[in-house]
């Protein structure tokens, strides 16, 4: 087994060629379609929220693709596989938290707003600082999330490409950026829509097809799976059971636990896409196939994770180069060879274009249609000025992306996923809740709780385990960390709640009775919104 | 060119409603009237039948979830009790996590079905909107 698990490293990044050519092949064919359906731009509707013309099918692919990102992919199968069962836990919280969006954001979010978090939280607040707020939550957390994946792309490019050096990963780095930035440009929401309609089809075909392969080569008996992953596993059996990863700090675990939940349906990126469908019942109907998407994913994940150790062993994926996101890549080429192991990078590359492109494409459009339209020229701008002004910002964040990016090559920034999700968590569920479903919400309550949500976030990241104190922190020489955990969402969350409640119960009573009237006509109701029913 | 007329055209009509969505007053003038629709019977019906159905539905899986949560960071011992094989609590209780979510998400379908999309049609119908 020690001679196969070398000689499967070694091999693995062996012919970069093949991987390169199925790259390109993907980018190649992607851009055309890009091109193609991408007539029309030059409209806000157009380039925001491509007309609301997908259907609900169509959409919840797409919504599955936003979540099918390289962290969620190789993440967790490399979870699986080297900690086992506490990989396993990880995963669903990233199925059950669209219930969240089914059931209490996306229909009303639908009905109520066009483009942005912003139309709907300033929908009967006064609008100038409520906009100035959401776009500075959506441009934060598109960032941070930006970050998390195009620092992931560096070590990804070094598994597949088999490209050692610094500065090589720098240069595929910002490859992989200008790509994004290319795709944001050329395709607007349409164009990212369908790459992520594309990328997310062959990344659930790849999956089940493996998936029944596996199954089928341990005769569809998931205990024997089981039975020689706890054999090729230096933690044997304790893999099967909770612990291995969290066990340490367990409230640390119930907080990201708690962040994921609540955040995933609260990313700026999610909500943005339930504008591309014409109505509510679209947005239903899109949650629906996002939900059977998402548990299928990551019921095959399951099956991958625990195969990848039990065909590959931990030690030969937290030696290769990506270290655990390599599981499912090695495990491709354990059982299909180069042209598998080709075939499951170039989804991978995909994934992470893809999804890097949608929130470029969402922090653009909230700062073009929040900060300058709505602000700068008070809602009377024009919609070409406007777009072009969304172009500027993808690119200007695209560039910042990319330098971040290789800033942090190398570095351990998993835990920027993980911030993303509690910032959302804290600033934009706790304000869009109040919104749509408590009347006296005003606009001091919407100020506290995103800015409460936001800095209290940042505040406790600064002063956690992650930044300062510990052997993998980013500063692992200083110690200025008071705050023992790494997931602030267990403190931040709540407080954002409450921050909320008291601004508005201080604040003056009731801002635009007339506004506030329509806006909870139309959220359950959708009249008003000038939307098919 | 006929492209570039139709692009304008659509600059219009958005251009419109950009600014009613900063003209609260004009637009509460010209639009449906909201305050007759909220205060409908029919309204009324819909608001409850979508707050009785949404709220405790959040609830129960919002803690049987961080009951799940709990489980695994506090009960190591009890999630790692064998049942078939080496399947074992904590794997089955995970999984069932996926099946509660997928009947949710079914069982709130047909309630919209069944409940919200007739009232909602209501509200339409006695709202005088075409639906």
């Known amino acids: 087994m020690t001679t196969g698990v070398l000689a499967a490293t070694t091999a693995v990044g062996s012919n970069p060629v093949m991987n390169l050519g199925m790259f390109v092949g993907f980018v190649a064919i992607t ?70 969006g089914l059931l209490l954001i996306a229909e009303m979010l639908r009905n109520t707003g066009r483009f942005t978090m912003g139309d709907v939280l300033a929908f009967r607040m006064r609008q100038r600082p409520v906009r100035i707020a959401a776009a500075t939550s959506t441009l934060l957390i598109s960032y941070v999330y930006l970050l998390a994946q195009i620092a ?51 990344l659930l075909l790849c ?39 969290y066990g340490k700090n367990k409230l640390d675990f119930v907080s990201l636990a708690l962040a994921l939940m609540l955040g995933i349906c609260s990313l700026p990126h999610v909500l943005m896409r339930f504008y591309t469908v014409p109505n509510a019942k679209h947005v239903r109907r899109s949650l629906v196939w996002a939900i059977w998407s998402m548990v299928g994913f990551y019921f095959c994940t399951l099956v991958v994770g625990y195969s990848a150790t039990a065909l590959v062993g931990d030690d030969a994926i937290v030696h290769a180069p990506g270290g655990e996101n390599s599981a499912a890549p090695l495990l491709a ?43 700068l020229k008070r809602g009377i701008s024009e919609p070409r000025k406007e777009v072009r002004v969304a172009r500027l ?117 009731g801002e635009n009775p007339a506004k506030q009237t329509e806006m909870e006509v139309r959220a359950l109701t959708g009249i008003g919104s000038g939307l098919p029913t | 060119m006929a492209l570039t007329t139709d692009a304008q055209g ?44 949404i709220f405790p539905m959040s609830a129960l899986f919002m803690g049987w979830y961080m009951t799940f949560v ?25 999984l069932s996590q996926f099946v509660t979510t997928v009947m949710i998400m079914l069982i709130y379908c047909r309630y919209a079905g069944r409940k919200l999309d007739p009232a909602l049609a209501a509200v339409h119908a006695s709202a005088g909107v075409s639906s």
């Not at chain 2, 659509?10 to 009237?33: C, I, K, T, V, W």
């Open chain 1, 207 to 245: 999956m089940a097809l493996i998936t029944v392969f596996l199954l089928g080569r341990f005769g569809f008996d998931f205990s024997t799976i089981l039975g020689q992953a706890t054999q090729h596993n230096k933690l044997g059996s304790a893999i099967l059971g909770p612990g291995t990863l």
């Open chain 1, 152 to 202: 992931g792309a560096g070590g990804l490019v070094s598994l597949l490409l088999n490209i050692t050096s610094k500065f090589g990963q720098s240069i595929a780095i910002a490859v992989a950026g200008i790509l994004m930035i290319l795709y944001v440009l050329i395709g607007g929401m349409k164009g990212t829509t369908w790459v992520q309609i594309i990328k997310a089809t062959l």
């Open chain 1, 31 to 100: 851009l055309f379609i890009v091109h193609r359906v991408s007539s029309g731009n030059t409209t806000t509707a157009g380039y925001y929220a491509a007309s609301g013309q997908f259907t609900g099918g169509q959409n919840g692919i797409a919504l599955s693709g936003d979540f099918l990102s390289a962290a969620s992919f190789l993440g967790i199968a490399g979870g699986i596989a080297v900690h086992g069962y506490d990989g396993f836990v990880y995963s669903v919280g990233w199925v059950v938290a669209w219930l969240v």
């Open chain 1, 333 to 375: 080429y354990a059982i299909g060879g180069s042209v598998l192991l080709g075939l499951v990078s170039a989804v991978a590359f995909a994934t992470i274009l893809a999804v890097v492109a949608g929130l470029t494409l969402t922090a653009s459009v909230s700062f073009a249609h929040d900060v300058y339209a709505s602000i």
């Open chain 1, 393 to 509: 910002t993808a690119v200007t964040m695209g560039v910042l992306a990319i330098l971040g990016g290789i800033l942090v090559n190398g570095r351990n920034v998993a835990f920027l996923v993980a911030l993303a999700l509690a910032l959302a968590a804290s600033a934009n569920l706790s304000t869009l809740l109040y919104s749509l479903f408590w009347k006296r919400f005003n606009t001091p309550g919407a100020l506290a709780s995103i800015y409460v949500g936001l800095g209290s976030c940042m505040v406790l990241i600064i002063f956690s385990p992650v930044v300062s104190g510990s052997s993998t922190a980013i500063f692992p020489n200083a110690d200025f960390h008071w705050f023992p955990l790494s997931n602030p969402g267990i403190v931040s969350i709540p407080l954002s709640f409450v921050a909320g409640w008291v601004a508005t119960m201080l604040g003056s009573r």
């Open chain 2, 70 to 94: 709990l489980l695994a960071a506090y009960a190591h011992d009890f999630m790692a009790t064998p049942v078939l094989g080496l399947i074992n609590v904590g794997m089955l209780l995970g």
């Open chain 2, 10 to 53: 659509r600059h219009s009509a958005m251009y419109e409603q950009d600014q009613h969505l900063f003209d609260a007053a004009e637009y509460a003038n010209q639009g449906p009237d909201f305050a007759a629709i909220r205060s409908g019977a029919e309204f009324g019906v819909l608001r409850r039948r979508l707050r009785r159905f």
